[in-house]
């Protein structure tokens, strides 16, 4: 039996029946709205910058990232939309009427008919004018962040250093991005989460110094050097001349000749072993084990030729514990292993002094002027501004304690050299991130860094006792050295044992590291 009580709970429940079924839709409320516009925004610049990326001609895929704030933005806008409903839905539920039609109109459809549609539409085209704005200014940030100003000097001013040497460097007109990043969205993303790694060091000055080589996680050499070159091209003999400046009181330059086999592609007619670019041949594999991350203490070399014979030689003066063998990594032998600064070399003062003096800047009538310079340079100076200082006054009282009477009447003349060296200095060693040739060791050659001889010595042997080829050679025939020049085609091949110009000691009679003495600093001097 029902009674008045009941009977007014009925009502109630039909009134809030009725007053849920005559709110507006839950999406019509400010938040919502609001994330409706966003998303319509977003959508059409993703629209537009989609467009745009389809005609465009550049295969860097880097452009794909314009779209990425129009993205997010729209998943904010999507994000406020739900956001929005269920808070309407909440606010219906308590009886509550939408604030945004109590503000601006009270049936939607009047809002879109009237004024309303031009407000609608004016938003629209403001933000999707702003968008559009945005995109373009990342893609306008995205591209100065793959200019080498912003590598060398905005984000990365730590890679002074790499910077300098880069411009006098071979690959100095191609962009850092196309070697140190690449064309793909994988090399792009690793190489800024690297950035930020890079970042946090430099912002709590715990940056490595010298900017550790080789790079944690580089692209390989087929990736990052045969996008241009190519490994089986046959370059057969390459002609080189190095004109040498001695560092006592006779002036006159020694001059060498030598055909370098370098070799390459597949033929087997060039020299037995096909010359240096053997170790890059298709059809053989080159593996080693090395000790230290920049590859200068090679321990172990696997080499595995064509038909599947595998052949290993190992140092025997210090072979690897079993340890060493399950810790360390055995690597296939690239490009960079040999070319290890092709775009960053750090030159040593005594290439630095020498190529100075060829090209005239540096006086080579003035006795032991190469040796004045190299010692200026190589100072261990803790600081450029000291090296500045330093390298005019430390040349000047070489000659005071060596020479005194060459300055006698002309105590300026050491002023221009002094100015040269101080430029070569500010090119080539940078003591502020410990960064020189010390550090960063060129491996193409062998004389002022282990390089070639790393692998080919007289201690790293295979099973039999039989080392790995030390023949001069080999990879090179020196066919003059001075006024001595070779004569005959039968001498070609071989070419002229190389006569130390100092002791006038022939290197084919004795193998003997150049390391032993050479190390492009001043070291030499002191033998």
Known sequence: MSGPQDEDENETEDETETDWADL???IFNWLSITGIALLSCSLAAVVFFLLIGLAHTDES????LTIVPPILLGVFGALMIIAGFVRERWRHKRRRHSSFLERIVVDPLDFVRGTGSIVIVSTLALGTMALLGAGAGSLAAIEYTESNDF??????AVMNPEASTYQQSPHARIKCVECHVGSTTEGYIRAKIGGLRQLWAVTTGEISRPIPTP????RPSREMCETCHTSDRMIGYKALERTYYPSGKETDPVTLRMIVKVGGGGSDDLIPGEGIHYHMLAERKVEYIARDPQSQDIALIRVTSADGEVKEFSNQDKPLTDDERKSLEMHKIECVDCHSRPAHRFANPATSVNA?????KIPSTLPRIKEASVRALDGAYSTTEQALAEIGPRLKSFYEEQDPELLDGNPQQLEPIASVLQEIYQRTIFPEMKADWRAHPDNIGHRDS???FRCHNDVMVDAEGTPIFTDCSRCHAIIAQGNKVIQTTAEF?????FIHPKNSKSFNDEFTLCTDCHTGGAEVYDE
Not at 151 to 156: A, I, L, R, S
């Open 151 to 156: 590598c060398g000097n905005v984000c990365h």
């Open 450 to 452: 282990p390089g070639c």
């Open 24 to 26: 507006p839709h839950p």
């Open 61 to 64: 895929s880097y452009a794909f």
């Open 356 to 360: 100075a003096i060829a090209a005239g």
């Open 215 to 218: 790079i944690r996680g580089r």
């Open 493 to 497: 091949e071989k070419g002229r044992s």
